[in-house]
Structure formats: structure tokens, C-alpha cells
């Protein structure tokens, strides 16, 4: 059974940084993508980052391509998301999420690719 449980969040301020961490359970971890998520309030949830199981081939939204970075650890079964530059409109529960299927060669951007989703953690960034 996955488990994928966010943490980092919180209250911050613009132009600040934050480093968002996943710690995943369950399956063999490195065989699957991993991706970020957000939704704001009143919005659809919506791609942030996403990273493939072996760790290349990172993508990017555009609101956070040159300010985003996804990595992650799969000795550690651990996937972050540094972000830099804050603006308010990062404001949003970002959530983790893991492929279905086995991506270990490439990353994918889409929802409905992703079966198994944290609970989220709240990032409030102030002006």
C-alpha cells in the first residue's frame, strides 16, 4: 500500500524559498514518477513539477519553470521541491503524488497519470 506524506509548508514570506518533502512507502519507489501538485482556494489542482522514477528529466510548469527544482533520494524514498522567489500566487496545498504505472525513463505532467496522492501541505506566501 502507498503512502505519501508531505511536509514543509507553511507561512511565508514573498520573494522567500521553501523546500517541500515527500517520504513515500510501498512500493519499489524508484520505479515510479513522482510528481507535485497544487490547489488554491476556489481553483482547479494543478501540475507543478513532476521528476521520473530514475530522477531525470525533470518538467516544470511555467508559474515556477526557473524558480522550481524537483529532486529526489530514492535510497531514501524521499522527493522535494525547492522553490525560490515567492510570489502570492504560490499560495496553495501542494501535494505529492506518484505515477500508477511504472515511469522510470520519463515524467508526466498529467493528473490522471498519478493513482496514489499525499494528504498535502498548506504554503501560504505573504506579500
Known amino acids: 500500500q502507498v503512502q505519501l506524506v508531505e511536509s514543509g509548508g507553511g507561512l511565508m514570506q514573498a520573494g522567500g524559498s521553501l523546500r517541500l518533502s515527500c517520504a513515500a512507502s510501498?512500493?519499489?519507489?524508484?520505479?515510479?514518477?513522482m510528481g507535485w501538485f497544487r490547489q488554491a482556494p476556489g481553483l482547479e489542482r494543478e501540475f507543478v513539477a513532476a521528476i521520473s522514477g530514475r530522477g531525470t528529466n525533470p518538467i516544470y510548469a511555467d508559474s515556477v519553470k526557473g524558480r522550481g527544482t524537483i529532486s529526489r533520494d530514492n535510497a531514501k524514498k524521499m522527493v522535494y521541491l525547492e522553490m525560490n522567489n515567492l510570489k502570492p500566487e504560490d499560495t496553495a496545498v501542494y501535494y505529492c503524488a506518484q505515477t500508477s504505472a511504472i515511469y522510470y525513463q520519463s515524467a508526466s505532467k498529467f493528473p490522471r497519470d498519478y493513482g496514489y496522492w499525499g494528504q498535502g501541505t498548506q504554503v501560504t506566501v505573504s506579500s
Open positions: 510501498g512500493r519499489v519507489f524508484s520505479n515510479y514518477g
